[in-house]
């Protein structure tokens, strides 16, 4: 098992978490109904606020962050000072969504915000799928990041939205809650017909007690819980967001490194 | 091909005795638990047999390395002399995304400092026209320095079983596999 790398969990998912309330705000106010004007402020600032404590977090990754700034240095070739220029840029127009606010956003800085924070999540998905984990050296982290902003986006922009926007917001945590039961499913059962180091990455994390508390907590349960009750308690973020938390850190620390196995298969 | 310098390793030599990752640790001192070049034994399924078998492993020094890409501070640069791997410490702000995407687990934390690290090739030592300690200290001449641009490839190979295939990165390392052991039998029984 590689280290849990805390603070990268709480920044991934943090960041995640503000750039879907952030997607899914933009979408109620273009295509859903009317929401009320001081709840969209409310929800803007709320993520806001996740995305800088998820940087704060960040920032204890790093063994000298005072080099933080010099990360812009390599926008050439490395994924990283990509990341946090595009995390600097969704970051500006959170910030200017936030205080040209009238009684909304102008939907073109909604959406223009939405796809800086899809950038994010694209230069994120780079970032975490280098060549020394064959498991997520492809596509998989930036899908698995889009489900984490969409679950916690969906999830917790019911708190925000006005109560004819919440079948909406449920029908769009329904289906990506499936998608993501699905996909978080499959996955390991694909690694387990790859190579060597694939198969012992899907070993780590269906023997990891984070894996399943992640598929139960995270998704299941919320799942059943939006099936009995026909709707979206305002508190069922905690569950959804507790399961990504688990499900990043099994994303660290059960993926397996292609130099832990020299010597051997591959 | 511009030159390019790399280890050779002699999986057919090596007898795994680790001075090789002793004398590195003797030149650079490095903390507990940071070694830059390792000896690894073949596991059975690569190597099936009761005689044992040793890739002595450092950086790869790689054509299109994964450290320097990923860098965000540019704390890598590849030395246009001798193609060179060097990482500056001084740069490094230890963000570990170097030690997260190499795929031979060549750069290193260091703890104590709180950057990365990793082989050098010594190249303040290939500077004066001297060889790394690691080759210098071999007792059966089990590594070596190569020059890919001149080196004549007979007998070798880039992806010896047993370590990852990168074509990508293009590792400027090569191998001699070893021999399969002999069984020497007594005749007339």
Known sequence: MNSYEMPLVLFTVLGQSAIGLVAVSAFRQVAGPDAEPGRIRLEWLAAGLVLVAGLIASVFHLGHPAGMVRALSNLGTAWLSREALTIGIFLVLLAAGLILMREKTSPMLAVATAAAGLLVIVTMGMTY???????????????????????????????????????????????TLVVALVIYLLVPCIWLSGGEIMKQTAGQWLASPLYWGRIVIGLVLPLALVKRLKGTPAWLWVLILAGELMGRAVFFAGTVHTAANMGGMY | MKKQLGFLV?????????????????????????IWRQVYPLKEEIYPHKERAF??????????????????????????????????????????????????????????????????????????????????????????????????????????????????????VRFRLPRLPEVVRRKNI
């Open chain 2, 55 to 172: 890739y002595s492993l450092a950086c790869n020094h790689c054509e299109n390395p994964a450290c320097m890409n990923v860098c965000p501070v540019k704390a890598y640069y590849k030395r246009d002399e001798d193609g060179l791997v060097i990482h500056e410490q001084d740069k490094c702000i230890g963000c570990g995304n170097c030690i997260r995407s190499c795929p031979y687990g060549a750069p290193q934390y260091n703890p104590v400092l709180k950057k990365a690290e990793k082989c050098s090739f010594c190249h303040q030592r290939i500077d004066e026209g001297l060889t790394p300690m690691c080759v210098l200290s071999c007792p059966v001449d089990a590594i070596g320095v190569i020059d890919l641009s001149t080196l004549d490839t007979t007998g070798l190979v880039q992806y010896a079983p047993g370590f990852s295939r990168q074509p990508v990165l293009n590792p400027s």
């Open chain 2, 10 to 34: 002699d999986a057919d030599r090596c007898i795994g005795c680790f001075t090789c990752a002793m004398a590195c640790k003797n030149q650079y001192h490095q903390e507990n638990g940071v």
């Open chain 1, 129 to 175: 799928s280098p060549p020394s984990f064959p498991a997520i050296n492809n596509a998989l982290p930036f899908v698995f990041f889009c489900l984490t902003a969409l679950l916690l986006g969906s999830s917790a922009g019911q708190v925000f939205a006005v109560k004819a926007s919440q079948p909406m917001l449920t029908r769009i945590l329904t289906v």
